[in-house]
């Protein structure tokens, strides 16, 4: 319940910041939204898949079968625009590039890992999927924003101080997930050897991606 409220709280206060002028900007970027896409759902799979070789023998199968699916989602909204405010990136092209991209992964996810896997995947209902997207991102973004002209004036003298929520709603989010992970029985089910070597190709993969 923590890391949401963080995570309403950050795109209320995105949505607040940001002017009329900047969220149409920033959805005009098509040619960014496009290679953003080309990259998610083209690059990054293929790089799970072509190093199948390498990585299979490093982890168990159904680590690797992780570690494949990792490679079809999108990125959480909030880490991609927690990571854009952190760089002083467009803010606007970020939000509307990152929804865009959960929302196509919705479909895109389970056709790619099923033809990854030459097996057949079943998906959750879409629209139930949609509408949590809508509830915990949307919602409190278009909210922010529509408050905008009272809430700026304060955000504005207080900038500093608010900075810090970027920062924790990624810690609120990964140490909440992590936590599910040990409840289920992290520790019990897999080898310390597999997990020593996730973290390796994680690292692998991470540092392929930023050099591309």
């Not at 923590?2 to 040619?31: D, P, T, Y």
């Not at 057949?120 to 529509?146: C, E, N, R, V, Y």
């Not at 004036?153 to 609120?172: N, V, W």
Request: contains cysteine.
């Amino acid at each position: 319940w923590a890391a949401m409220g963080v995570i309403f709280m950050l795109f209320f206060l995105h949505g607040a910041k940001l002017s009329r002028q900047a969220i149409w900007a920033g959805i005009s970027h098509w040619r960014l939204h496009l290679l953003v896409t080309a990259i998610t759902f083209v690059i990054f799979p293929l790089l799970g898949w072509g190093l199948r070789p390498l990585l299979e023998p490093l982890l168990t199968p159904d680590l690797y079968l992780g570690v494949l699916f990792l490679c079809t989602l999108p990125a959480t909204v909030q880490s991609a625009v927690t990571l854009t405010a952190i760089a002083r990136g467009n803010m606007p092209a970020a939000i509307c590039s990152a929804s865009g991209s959960t929302l196509m992964g919705i479909v895109l996810t389970p056709l790619l890992v099923g033809l990854l896997l030459a097996q057949t995947t079943t998906s959750s209902d879409p629209l139930q999927a949609m509408g949590k997207i809508a509830l915990q991102l949307l919602l409190p973004f278009a909210l922010g924003h529509g408050l905008r002209p009272w809430v700026s004036p304060f955000l504005q003298r207080h900038a500093a101080r608010i900075k810090g929520i970027d920062q924790t709603s990624i810690l609120l989010v990964v140490y909440s997930a992590f936590s599910a992970s040990v409840v289920a029985g992290l520790w019990s089910r897999i080898p310390p050897l597999a997990l020593l070597a996730l973290v390796l190709v994680c690292g692998l993969l991470l540092a392929i991606a930023m050099g591309l």
